[in-house]
């Protein structure tokens, strides 16, 4: 399959190209806002073209979406009515919306179109859908906490704009933790939280995040940029069983983008949607948006 990249930021550089290179799939443009770094970033990995025309990034066959935030719904619309297959960077809006416009015209077309929840496919998902496979409510404890705080003109300042990255540790390190369980207990029936330090441009530091489920499953998510040791932890007890991953990551493998784009090249093949299809990524944005409107409640 033809592909076309949008974004050249350390997960496109680290992960992405080299994952498409490593299965080998054939990876025709880098697109940047940045024409200079598009071009840069394509000529490290060997990939023909880079640069900032929209027209070309849909010359492809798939087009994969790795820009910040804000620009994941525009441009993955603009794939998808090329004719294009979209796989999108998580979170898909984040607290930014406009997912469900993206799903509508995935189902309009009949083109497949995924979100990187690239957990899905490793063994944590498998063995947290074990343990919550109970008749018993279940109780679960996240807890992540990792150094972030970049300079000014760090490329990844971006990530502290609620406007442009659809919130901050929440929507950044929180999705992929709450698809986990939202893949495997669907939409909860309760959203509370509280969050604490911001950075400058808004977005928030911690995030303490309350779900609970209507068979009496309840969930205490806590997440936070903060320094001092790093933590990624998941903790179940349900039906006298007791699960614990820590950390999470531990079997995910150091190249966690080539299951997750393997799969959707064959979900393409075969006419089958992907690992997380764009209409369940929807449901961690809803979740995050719930999260900060019920954070902003209790604060006012």
């Given at each position: 399959m033809r592909w076309a990249v949008a974004g050249c930021g350390d997960v496109v550089r680290g992960r992405v190209l080299p994952a498409l290179r490593g299965l080998g799939e054939e990876t025709a443009y880098v697109w940047g806002r940045d024409p200079a770094r598009a071009a840069r970033t394509a000529a490290e990995h060997g990939v023909p073209a880079g640069g900032d025309d929209l027209g070309r990034l849909t010359a492809a066959d798939a087009v994969y979406v790795a820009t910040p935030v804000a620009a994941h719904v525009p441009l993955a619309l603009h794939a998808l009515r090329a004719g294009c297959h979209?796989?999108?960077e998580k979170p898909l809006a984040g607290a930014l919306g406009g997912g469900g416009v993206l799903a509508a015209e995935a189902a309009r077309t009949g083109l497949c179109a995924g979100v990187a929840y690239h957990r899905r496919l490793g063994p944590a998902a498998r063995?947290?859908?074990e343990a919550l496979t109970t008749c018993e409510p279940a109780r679960v404890q996240i807890t992540f906490c990792a150094p972030f705080d970049p300079a000014p003109e760090d490329?990844?300042?971006w990530r502290t704009d609620p406007a442009v990255a659809g919130g901050g540790v929440l929507a950044d390190a929180g999705s992929h933790r709450l698809d986990l369980l939202l893949s495997v207990l669907g939409p909860?029936?309760?959203v509370g939280a509280r969050f604490g330090r911001r950075f400058a441009a808004g977005a928030e530091r911690r995030a303490h995040i309350s779900l609970g489920w209507a068979s009496g499953t309840s969930a205490e998510c806590r997440?936070?940029?903060i320094g001092g040791t790093e933590r990624d932890r998941l903790d179940v007890t349900a039906g006298g069983r007791?699960?614990?991953?820590?950390p999470l990551d531990a079997e995910l493998g150091p190249e966690p983008h080539v299951p997750l784009i393997a799969d959707f090249t064959a979900a393409v093949r075969e006419g089958r949607e992907p690992a997380c299809?764009?209409?369940e990524a929807v449901l961690v944005d809803d979740v995050i948006t719930a999260a900060c409107w019920a954070a902003r409640?209790?604060?006012n």
């Open positions: 979209v796989l999108v063995q947290l859908r490329p990844a300042h909860p029936v309760r997440f936070a940029w007791f699960l614990s991953l820590d299809p764009v209409t409640f209790r604060n």
